[in-house]
Protein backbone atom coordinates (compact mmCIF):
# COMPACT_ATOMS: atom_id res chain seq x y z
CA UNK A 1 0.00 0.00 0.00
CA UNK A 2 2.84 2.07 0.87
CA UNK A 3 4.73 1.73 -2.21
CA UNK A 4 1.17 2.30 -4.38
CA UNK A 5 0.61 5.58 -2.23
CA UNK A 6 4.35 6.68 -3.33
CA UNK A 7 3.59 6.18 -7.34
CA UNK A 8 0.69 8.21 -7.22
CA UNK A 9 2.99 10.86 -5.49
CA UNK A 10 4.87 11.14 -8.08
CA UNK A 11 2.36 10.62 -10.98
CA UNK A 12 1.25 13.81 -9.38
CA UNK A 13 4.36 16.02 -9.28
CA UNK A 14 4.71 17.02 -13.16
CA UNK A 15 8.36 17.69 -12.89
CA UNK A 16 9.38 14.61 -11.85
CA UNK A 17 7.02 12.98 -13.62
CA UNK A 18 8.55 14.53 -16.66
CA UNK A 19 12.21 13.58 -15.61
CA UNK A 20 11.24 10.46 -15.01
CA UNK A 21 9.61 9.63 -18.21
CA UNK A 22 12.89 11.49 -20.28
CA UNK A 23 14.94 8.97 -18.43
CA UNK A 24 13.00 5.97 -19.19
CA UNK A 25 12.74 7.09 -22.87
CA UNK A 26 16.60 7.84 -23.20
CA UNK A 27 17.16 4.50 -21.39
CA UNK A 28 15.04 2.91 -23.91
CA UNK A 29 17.23 4.46 -26.95
CA UNK A 30 20.30 3.05 -25.61
CA UNK A 31 19.20 -0.73 -25.06
CA UNK A 32 17.75 -0.31 -28.84
CA UNK A 33 20.78 0.67 -29.76
CA UNK A 34 23.18 -2.35 -28.26
CA UNK A 35 21.48 -4.38 -30.86
CA UNK A 36 22.43 -2.33 -34.05
CA UNK A 37 24.81 -4.41 -35.37
CA UNK A 38 27.83 -2.27 -37.46
CA UNK A 39 27.42 -2.19 -40.99
CA UNK A 40 29.21 -5.19 -42.92
CA UNK A 41 29.26 -7.44 -40.28
CA UNK A 42 27.26 -10.78 -40.07
CA UNK A 43 25.50 -11.36 -36.84
CA UNK A 44 25.71 -14.99 -37.52
CA UNK A 45 29.32 -15.38 -37.22
CA UNK A 46 29.17 -13.32 -34.05
CA UNK A 47 29.70 -16.62 -32.33
CA UNK A 48 32.92 -16.80 -31.50
CA UNK A 49 32.81 -12.87 -30.29
CA UNK A 50 30.05 -14.21 -27.72
CA UNK A 51 32.27 -16.63 -26.68
CA UNK A 52 35.76 -14.42 -26.28
CA UNK A 53 34.17 -12.12 -23.45
CA UNK A 54 32.45 -15.43 -21.86
CA UNK A 55 35.73 -14.51 -19.08
CA UNK A 56 38.22 -12.52 -18.19
CA UNK A 57 38.27 -8.52 -18.47
CA UNK A 58 36.31 -8.86 -21.87
CA UNK A 59 33.32 -10.26 -19.91
CA UNK A 60 33.28 -6.70 -18.04
CA UNK A 61 33.43 -4.42 -20.63
CA UNK A 62 30.82 -6.21 -22.29
CA UNK A 63 28.77 -6.19 -19.01
CA UNK A 64 29.64 -2.34 -18.81
CA UNK A 65 28.15 -2.07 -22.70
CA UNK A 66 25.02 -3.96 -21.73
CA UNK A 67 26.40 -7.17 -24.08
CA UNK A 68 27.06 -4.38 -27.10
CA UNK A 69 30.61 -5.37 -26.90
CA UNK A 70 30.22 -8.81 -27.89
CA UNK A 71 27.15 -8.84 -30.39
CA UNK A 72 29.73 -5.92 -32.35
CA UNK A 73 26.98 -3.07 -32.04
CA UNK A 74 27.08 0.56 -32.80
CA UNK A 75 27.40 0.96 -29.05
CA UNK A 76 30.17 -1.09 -28.71
CA UNK A 77 32.65 0.63 -26.83
CA UNK A 78 30.07 1.70 -24.20
CA UNK A 79 30.88 4.81 -21.63
CA UNK A 80 34.12 3.42 -20.75
CA UNK A 81 36.30 5.83 -22.85
CA UNK A 82 34.64 8.76 -21.74
CA UNK A 83 35.13 7.57 -17.97
CA UNK A 84 38.83 6.85 -18.79
CA UNK A 85 39.10 10.49 -19.66
CA UNK A 86 37.54 11.79 -17.42
CA UNK A 87 40.39 10.08 -14.78
CA UNK A 88 42.76 11.92 -16.57
CA UNK A 89 41.50 15.34 -16.63
CA UNK A 90 41.09 14.94 -13.23
CA UNK A 91 44.56 13.79 -12.72
CA UNK A 92 45.80 16.49 -14.58
CA UNK A 93 43.55 18.62 -11.91
CA UNK A 94 46.45 17.36 -9.35
CA UNK A 95 49.49 17.85 -11.32
CA UNK A 96 49.43 21.13 -13.89
CA UNK A 97 48.33 24.61 -12.26
CA UNK A 98 46.33 25.43 -15.30
CA UNK A 99 43.75 22.81 -14.91
CA UNK A 100 43.84 23.22 -10.91
CA UNK A 101 42.87 26.99 -11.71
CA UNK A 102 39.72 25.62 -13.90
CA UNK A 103 38.18 23.48 -11.09
CA UNK A 104 38.26 26.33 -8.85
CA UNK A 105 36.65 28.65 -11.47
CA UNK A 106 33.10 27.16 -10.78
CA UNK A 107 30.51 26.77 -13.28
CA UNK A 108 32.65 28.52 -16.36
CA UNK A 109 35.80 25.96 -15.47
CA UNK A 110 33.84 22.93 -15.16
CA UNK A 111 32.41 24.02 -18.43
CA UNK A 112 36.20 23.78 -20.02
CA UNK A 113 37.03 20.74 -18.47
CA UNK A 114 33.91 19.12 -19.86
CA UNK A 115 34.64 20.25 -23.31
CA UNK A 116 38.91 18.88 -22.39
CA UNK A 117 37.47 15.49 -21.64
CA UNK A 118 35.26 15.42 -24.76
CA UNK A 119 38.07 15.91 -26.97
CA UNK A 120 39.92 13.26 -25.19
CA UNK A 121 37.33 10.73 -25.33
CA UNK A 122 37.31 10.84 -29.24
CA UNK A 123 41.16 10.86 -28.99
CA UNK A 124 40.81 7.42 -27.26
CA UNK A 125 37.98 6.28 -29.35
CA UNK A 126 40.13 6.67 -32.35
CA UNK A 127 42.83 4.66 -30.81
CA UNK A 128 40.05 1.99 -29.55
CA UNK A 129 37.56 1.12 -32.52
CA UNK A 130 40.61 -0.05 -34.69
CA UNK A 131 41.97 -2.30 -31.94
CA UNK A 132 38.85 -3.29 -31.66
CA UNK A 133 38.09 -3.97 -35.25
CA UNK A 134 40.99 -5.47 -35.59
CA UNK A 135 40.32 -7.43 -32.51
CA UNK A 136 36.67 -8.92 -34.04
CA UNK A 137 38.54 -9.80 -37.38
CA UNK A 138 40.59 -11.89 -35.53
CA UNK A 139 37.99 -13.59 -33.71
CA UNK A 140 35.51 -14.36 -36.35
CA UNK A 141 38.12 -15.49 -38.70
CA UNK A 142 39.45 -18.13 -35.97
CA UNK A 143 36.08 -19.59 -35.62
CA UNK A 144 35.35 -20.34 -39.26
CA UNK A 145 33.29 -16.60 -40.03
CA UNK A 146 34.12 -14.42 -42.55
CA UNK A 147 34.90 -10.80 -41.81
CA UNK A 148 37.47 -9.19 -44.05
CA UNK A 149 37.77 -5.84 -43.63
CA UNK A 150 39.13 -3.09 -45.85
CA UNK A 151 41.00 0.09 -45.06
CA UNK A 152 38.08 1.90 -45.83
CA UNK A 153 35.66 -0.07 -43.87
CA UNK A 154 38.16 0.33 -41.00
CA UNK A 155 37.88 4.00 -41.48
CA UNK A 156 34.08 3.91 -41.70
CA UNK A 157 33.61 1.82 -38.78
CA UNK A 158 36.02 3.35 -36.57
CA UNK A 159 33.79 6.41 -37.72
CA UNK A 160 30.60 5.20 -36.48
CA UNK A 161 31.95 3.61 -33.10
CA UNK A 162 33.51 6.89 -31.89
CA UNK A 163 29.96 8.40 -32.99
CA UNK A 164 28.13 5.74 -31.27
CA UNK A 165 29.88 6.32 -27.59
CA UNK A 166 29.87 10.19 -28.02
CA UNK A 167 25.92 9.58 -28.52
CA UNK A 168 26.14 7.26 -25.53
CA UNK A 169 27.96 10.07 -23.52
CA UNK A 170 25.20 12.66 -24.63
CA UNK A 171 22.26 10.40 -23.81
CA UNK A 172 23.83 10.59 -20.55
CA UNK A 173 24.37 13.84 -20.00
CA UNK A 174 21.11 14.63 -20.96
CA UNK A 175 19.27 12.43 -18.30
CA UNK A 176 22.00 14.33 -15.86
CA UNK A 177 20.22 17.99 -17.52
CA UNK A 178 16.60 16.58 -18.22
CA UNK A 179 16.13 13.37 -16.32
CA UNK A 180 16.33 12.44 -12.64
CA UNK A 181 20.53 12.75 -12.82
CA UNK A 182 23.45 10.73 -12.17
CA UNK A 183 23.34 10.03 -16.31
CA UNK A 184 26.45 8.39 -16.72
CA UNK A 185 25.84 6.27 -13.78
CA UNK A 186 22.29 5.10 -14.84
CA UNK A 187 23.65 3.83 -18.58
CA UNK A 188 26.13 2.08 -16.53
CA UNK A 189 23.52 0.47 -14.53
CA UNK A 190 21.43 -0.57 -16.70
CA UNK A 191 24.48 -2.45 -18.53
CA UNK A 192 24.78 -3.92 -15.81
CA UNK A 193 21.19 -4.85 -14.88
CA UNK A 194 20.23 -6.38 -18.38
CA UNK A 195 22.82 -8.87 -17.30
CA UNK A 196 20.91 -10.16 -14.38
CA UNK A 197 18.18 -12.01 -15.88
CA UNK A 198 20.40 -14.68 -17.78
CA UNK A 199 22.91 -14.87 -15.20
CA UNK A 200 20.19 -15.84 -12.25
CA UNK A 201 19.00 -18.28 -15.11
CA UNK A 202 22.03 -19.91 -15.76
CA UNK A 203 23.36 -20.09 -12.47
CA UNK A 204 19.30 -22.16 -11.79
CA UNK A 205 19.98 -24.17 -14.53
CA UNK A 206 23.60 -25.02 -13.71
CA UNK A 207 23.18 -26.34 -10.17
CA UNK A 208 19.76 -28.04 -10.79
CA UNK A 209 22.06 -30.26 -14.02
CA UNK A 210 24.90 -30.68 -11.30
CA UNK A 211 25.88 -32.66 -8.34
CA UNK A 212 27.47 -29.92 -6.39
CA UNK A 213 24.67 -28.53 -4.46
CA UNK A 214 22.05 -28.42 -6.32
CA UNK A 215 19.19 -26.08 -5.31
CA UNK A 216 20.36 -25.84 -1.55
CA UNK A 217 23.54 -24.35 -2.90
CA UNK A 218 21.51 -22.10 -5.39
CA UNK A 219 19.63 -20.71 -2.49
CA UNK A 220 22.63 -20.11 -0.36
CA UNK A 221 24.15 -18.79 -2.91
CA UNK A 222 20.82 -16.08 -3.08
CA UNK A 223 21.13 -15.77 0.84
CA UNK A 224 24.98 -14.40 0.81
CA UNK A 225 24.35 -12.30 -2.44
CA UNK A 226 21.75 -10.98 -0.20
CA UNK A 227 23.94 -10.25 2.84
CA UNK A 228 26.65 -8.66 0.37
CA UNK A 229 24.07 -5.98 -1.36
CA UNK A 230 23.70 -5.30 2.35
CA UNK A 231 27.08 -4.95 3.16
CA UNK A 232 27.16 -2.77 -0.20
CA UNK A 233 24.60 -0.40 1.45
CA UNK A 234 26.42 -0.28 4.95
CA UNK A 235 29.56 0.88 2.95
CA UNK A 236 28.12 3.40 0.77
CA UNK A 237 25.92 5.46 3.75
CA UNK A 238 28.33 5.03 6.40
CA UNK A 239 29.23 8.09 8.17
CA UNK A 240 30.96 9.80 11.57
CA UNK A 241 29.57 12.82 12.43
CA UNK A 242 31.58 15.32 13.87
CA UNK A 243 30.26 17.95 16.77
CA UNK A 244 30.02 21.48 15.24
CA UNK A 245 29.24 24.19 18.09
CA UNK A 246 28.00 27.61 16.14
CA UNK A 247 28.51 30.81 18.69
CA UNK A 248 25.42 33.15 19.33
CA UNK A 249 25.31 36.32 17.76
CA UNK A 250 22.91 38.71 17.82
CA UNK A 251 21.44 40.71 14.97
CA UNK A 252 19.38 44.01 16.11
CA UNK A 253 17.08 42.35 18.58
CA UNK A 254 17.51 38.95 17.57
CA UNK A 255 19.95 36.03 18.07
CA UNK A 256 21.24 33.48 16.05
CA UNK A 257 23.11 30.59 16.51
CA UNK A 258 24.36 28.75 19.66
CA UNK A 259 23.50 25.32 18.19
CA UNK A 260 24.75 22.50 18.02
CA UNK A 261 25.62 20.34 14.90
CA UNK A 262 27.14 17.77 12.84
CA UNK A 263 29.44 17.36 9.84
CA UNK A 264 28.26 13.92 8.41
CA UNK A 265 31.54 12.95 7.08
CA UNK A 266 31.38 9.91 4.88
CA UNK A 267 33.17 6.56 5.39
CA UNK A 268 33.18 6.05 1.86
CA UNK A 269 32.70 9.85 0.20
CA UNK A 270 33.94 8.35 -2.80
CA UNK A 271 30.63 6.19 -3.24
CA UNK A 272 31.56 4.09 -6.43
CA UNK A 273 33.88 6.24 -8.25
CA UNK A 274 37.29 4.36 -7.25
CA UNK A 275 35.72 0.67 -8.62
CA UNK A 276 34.22 2.74 -12.36
CA UNK A 277 38.31 4.63 -12.36
CA UNK A 278 40.09 1.66 -11.27
CA UNK A 279 38.13 -0.80 -13.37
CA UNK A 280 38.74 2.45 -16.53
CA UNK A 281 42.40 1.83 -16.18
CA UNK A 282 42.08 -2.09 -16.45
CA UNK A 283 40.80 -1.80 -19.80
CA UNK A 284 43.74 -0.21 -20.90
CA UNK A 285 45.68 -3.30 -21.25
CA UNK A 286 42.68 -5.08 -22.59
CA UNK A 287 43.63 -4.87 -26.55
CA UNK A 288 47.36 -5.78 -26.24
CA UNK A 289 46.06 -9.25 -23.68
CA UNK A 290 43.68 -9.89 -26.69
CA UNK A 291 45.94 -9.85 -29.09
CA UNK A 292 48.93 -11.64 -26.64
CA UNK A 293 46.38 -14.57 -25.96
CA UNK A 294 47.11 -15.83 -29.43
CA UNK A 295 50.76 -15.71 -28.72
CA UNK A 296 51.73 -17.05 -25.67
CA UNK A 297 55.51 -16.61 -25.39
CA UNK A 298 57.46 -14.81 -23.11
CA UNK A 299 57.05 -11.39 -25.24
CA UNK A 300 55.66 -8.50 -23.67
CA UNK A 301 52.29 -9.34 -25.36
CA UNK A 302 52.34 -13.00 -23.35
CA UNK A 303 53.39 -11.57 -20.12
CA UNK A 304 50.06 -8.75 -20.48
CA UNK A 305 47.88 -11.62 -21.41
CA UNK A 306 48.77 -13.82 -18.42
CA UNK A 307 48.79 -11.05 -15.94
CA UNK A 308 45.88 -9.40 -17.60
CA UNK A 309 43.58 -11.83 -18.60
CA UNK A 310 43.33 -13.83 -15.75
CA UNK A 311 40.15 -12.05 -13.28
CA UNK A 312 40.87 -14.77 -11.29
CA UNK A 313 44.71 -14.89 -11.41
CA UNK A 314 46.51 -13.34 -7.89
CA UNK A 315 48.33 -10.32 -9.36
CA UNK A 316 45.38 -9.16 -11.06
CA UNK A 317 43.21 -9.25 -8.19
CA UNK A 318 46.55 -7.29 -6.22
CA UNK A 319 46.25 -4.69 -8.98
CA UNK A 320 42.92 -4.19 -8.95
CA UNK A 321 42.98 -3.96 -5.02
CA UNK A 322 45.84 -1.59 -4.90
CA UNK A 323 44.11 0.55 -7.56
CA UNK A 324 41.19 0.84 -5.49
CA UNK A 325 42.44 1.75 -2.48
CA UNK A 326 44.48 4.56 -4.16
CA UNK A 327 41.61 5.94 -5.94
CA UNK A 328 39.63 6.34 -2.96
CA UNK A 329 41.84 8.23 -1.09
CA UNK A 330 42.20 10.03 -4.41
CA UNK A 331 38.67 10.57 -5.00
CA UNK A 332 38.06 11.45 -1.76
CA UNK A 333 40.93 14.46 -1.21
CA UNK A 334 38.80 15.98 -4.50
CA UNK A 335 35.31 15.62 -3.39
CA UNK A 336 36.35 16.23 0.41
CA UNK A 337 38.31 19.95 1.00
CA UNK A 338 38.99 20.18 4.41
CA UNK A 339 40.44 23.67 3.89
CA UNK A 340 37.12 24.82 2.59
CA UNK A 341 34.95 23.21 5.28
CA UNK A 342 37.25 24.73 7.88
CA UNK A 343 37.00 28.85 6.04
CA UNK A 344 33.22 28.05 6.03
CA UNK A 345 32.84 27.09 9.67
CA UNK A 346 35.08 30.40 10.60
CA UNK A 347 32.49 32.31 7.81
CA UNK A 348 29.72 30.84 10.28
CA UNK A 349 31.03 31.53 13.63
CA UNK A 350 31.56 28.11 14.16
CA UNK A 351 34.02 25.60 15.24
CA UNK A 352 35.00 21.97 16.56
CA UNK A 353 34.74 22.02 20.70
CA UNK A 354 38.42 21.88 22.01
CA UNK A 355 39.76 22.79 18.12
CA UNK A 356 41.29 26.30 17.21
CA UNK A 357 39.46 27.56 14.24
CA UNK A 358 41.14 27.86 10.86
CA UNK A 359 44.36 25.76 9.68
CA UNK A 360 43.78 23.88 12.94
CA UNK A 361 39.87 22.96 12.02
CA UNK A 362 41.33 21.78 8.39
CA UNK A 363 44.18 19.55 9.77
CA UNK A 364 41.94 17.62 12.32
CA UNK A 365 38.90 16.94 9.63
CA UNK A 366 41.62 16.06 7.40
CA UNK A 367 43.04 13.94 10.20
CA UNK A 368 39.74 12.24 10.68
CA UNK A 369 39.09 11.77 6.76
CA UNK A 370 42.24 10.18 6.48
CA UNK A 371 41.55 7.15 9.97
CA UNK A 372 37.61 6.98 7.91
CA UNK A 373 38.88 6.52 4.73
CA UNK A 374 41.39 3.69 5.21
CA UNK A 375 39.30 1.08 6.40
CA UNK A 376 36.47 2.24 4.26
CA UNK A 377 38.79 2.19 1.35
CA UNK A 378 40.07 -1.65 2.02
CA UNK A 379 36.01 -2.99 2.68
CA UNK A 380 35.71 -1.23 -0.96
CA UNK A 381 38.66 -3.50 -2.33
CA UNK A 382 38.01 -6.60 -0.44
CA UNK A 383 34.35 -6.21 -1.92
CA UNK A 384 35.55 -5.70 -5.09
CA UNK A 385 37.17 -9.01 -5.49
CA UNK A 386 34.68 -10.91 -4.04
CA UNK A 387 33.41 -12.11 -7.39
CA UNK A 388 37.12 -14.13 -7.81
CA UNK A 389 36.26 -15.81 -4.77
CA UNK A 390 32.90 -17.12 -5.66
CA UNK A 391 34.02 -18.16 -9.33
CA UNK A 392 36.70 -20.47 -6.98
CA UNK A 393 33.86 -21.77 -5.14
CA UNK A 394 31.79 -22.70 -8.59
CA UNK A 395 29.76 -20.28 -9.40
CA UNK A 396 28.73 -19.55 -12.63
CA UNK A 397 30.83 -16.48 -14.38
CA UNK A 398 28.13 -13.89 -15.46
CA UNK A 399 26.17 -14.79 -11.79
CA UNK A 400 29.65 -13.95 -10.05
CA UNK A 401 29.85 -10.75 -11.13
CA UNK A 402 26.87 -9.42 -8.65
CA UNK A 403 28.77 -11.21 -5.94
CA UNK A 404 30.66 -7.93 -5.11
CA UNK A 405 32.75 -6.17 -7.50
CA UNK A 406 31.85 -3.32 -9.97
CA UNK A 407 28.30 -4.57 -10.60
CA UNK A 408 27.22 -4.96 -6.80
CA UNK A 409 28.60 -1.46 -5.90
CA UNK A 410 27.28 0.74 -8.91
CA UNK A 411 24.32 -1.20 -8.08
CA UNK A 412 23.56 -0.08 -4.46
CA UNK A 413 25.60 3.62 -5.49
CA UNK A 414 23.38 4.41 -8.47
CA UNK A 415 19.97 3.03 -6.93
CA UNK A 416 20.55 5.09 -3.82
CA UNK A 417 21.45 8.13 -5.40
CA UNK A 418 18.43 7.54 -7.36
CA UNK A 419 16.44 6.97 -4.70
CA UNK A 420 17.67 10.35 -2.93
CA UNK A 421 16.52 12.42 -5.92
CA UNK A 422 13.05 11.06 -5.61
CA UNK A 423 12.93 11.16 -2.48
CA UNK A 424 13.94 14.77 -2.81
CA UNK A 425 11.35 15.65 -5.02
CA UNK A 426 8.70 14.38 -3.06
CA UNK A 427 9.72 15.99 -0.07
CA UNK A 428 9.97 19.10 -1.39
CA UNK A 429 6.18 18.71 -2.38
CA UNK A 430 5.31 17.69 1.14
CA UNK A 431 4.64 14.26 0.34
CA UNK A 432 5.78 11.20 1.77
CA UNK A 433 9.41 10.24 1.04
CA UNK A 434 9.89 6.28 -0.51
CA UNK A 435 11.15 5.28 3.23
CA UNK A 436 9.77 6.64 6.58
CA UNK A 437 12.23 4.95 8.41
CA UNK A 438 14.50 7.12 6.77
CA UNK A 439 17.31 4.64 5.84
CA UNK A 440 17.89 6.39 2.29
CA UNK A 441 20.21 9.02 2.74
CA UNK A 442 19.38 12.66 1.93
CA UNK A 443 15.67 12.15 3.73
CA UNK A 444 15.85 15.34 6.49
CA UNK A 445 12.95 13.84 9.21
Not at 134 to 159: C, D, E, K, P, R
Not at 270 to 290: D, K, R, S, W
Not at 370 to 378: A, C, H, K, M, W
Amino acid sequence: MKLINTIKNILKIEDLRNRLGVTLLFVLIYRLGCFVVLPGINPADLEAMRNFTNSGLMQLLDMFSGGAFSQASIFALGIMPYITASIVIQLMGMVLPSFKKMQQEGESGRMKLNQYTRYLTVAILLVQAPAYLINLQMQVNAAGGHASLSWFMMLYLTLVLTAGAMFIMWLGEKITDKGIGNGISIIILVGIIARFPGAIIQEFVSRLNTAQGGLVMFLVEIIILFAVIAGGVMLVQGTRKVPVQYAKRIVGNKQYGGARQYIPLKVNAANVMPIIFAQALMFIPITLAGFGAHQQDSGILGTISRVFGDMNGIWYNAVYFLMIVAFTYFYTAITVRPNDIAEGLKKNSGFIPGIKPGKKTAEYIDSIMSRITLPGSLFLGIVAILPAFARFFGVNQNFAQFFGGTSLLILVGVVLDTLQQIETHLTMHHYDGLMKSGKIKGRTN
